[in-house]
């Protein structure tokens, strides 16, 4: 103990302590919880069922509320759906409207199609894709892997299971 110790009184009532806690859920987990008589243990059964408009309304509220007094942020999430060029064109008219939202997901279409037939019309397009909703799009081609990037992945692979690998 230096020059510069205080001592401070010890409190003699009871002590309170305040813990901030954070829980993340998706509203999805908030449509399943509300929509079953199971409350959140629904979220194990797997069975979740379909979501009534009024339970929806009632969600849409409550987020809206808690947002407004900065209890909850909602933040975008990220939609990947492989084999694109499988969905109809009922599929592609809701994903088009769900871009236009300002909370939309990020998405990421997958497909190996070139010029193909759009399910449920009679129209060809790239990859299967609406052109309207192909315009919106960021297209990133790929290409298979060369033999020498597939033995430098093995190489790395190895490296991290400590694995030894020969020619």
């Known amino acids: 103990m230096g020059p510069m110790t205080r ?3 010890c409190p003699e009532d009871e002590l309170e302590k305040r813990k901030e806690v954070v829980h993340t ?5 908030i449509d399943v919880i509300n929509s079953r008589s199971h409350g ?3 979220l194990f059964a797997g069975d979740t069922g379909e979501i009534k408009p009024e339970i929806r309304e009632q969600i849409d509220t409550k987020v809206s509320e ?12 990220v939609l990947f759906i492989d084999e694109v060029h499988m969905l ?5 008219s809701y994903l088009n409207r769900a871009l ?4 939309s997901p990020i998405l990421i279409l997958a497909t190996n199609r070139g010029i193909t037939t759009i399910r449920g019309t009679n129209y060809q397009s790239p990859h299967g894709i609406p052109l309207d909703l192909l315009d919106r799009l960021l297209i990133i081609p790929t290409r298979p892997y060369t033999k020498k990037e597939i033995a430098q992945i093995l190489t790395i692979r190895c490296e991290e299971e400590d694995v030894e690998i020969t020619d």
């Not at 109809?88 to 592609?92: A, K, L, V, W």
């Open 7 to 9: 001592f401070v009184q």
């Open 25 to 29: 859920v998706s509203l999805h987990e």
């Open 40 to 42: 959140f243990l629904a």
């Open 66 to 77: 808690w947002r407004s007094e900065g209890k909850a942020d909602i933040v975008p999430g």
């Open 88 to 92: 109809d064109i009922e599929c592609f």
């Open 100 to 103: 236009e939202n300002e909370l």
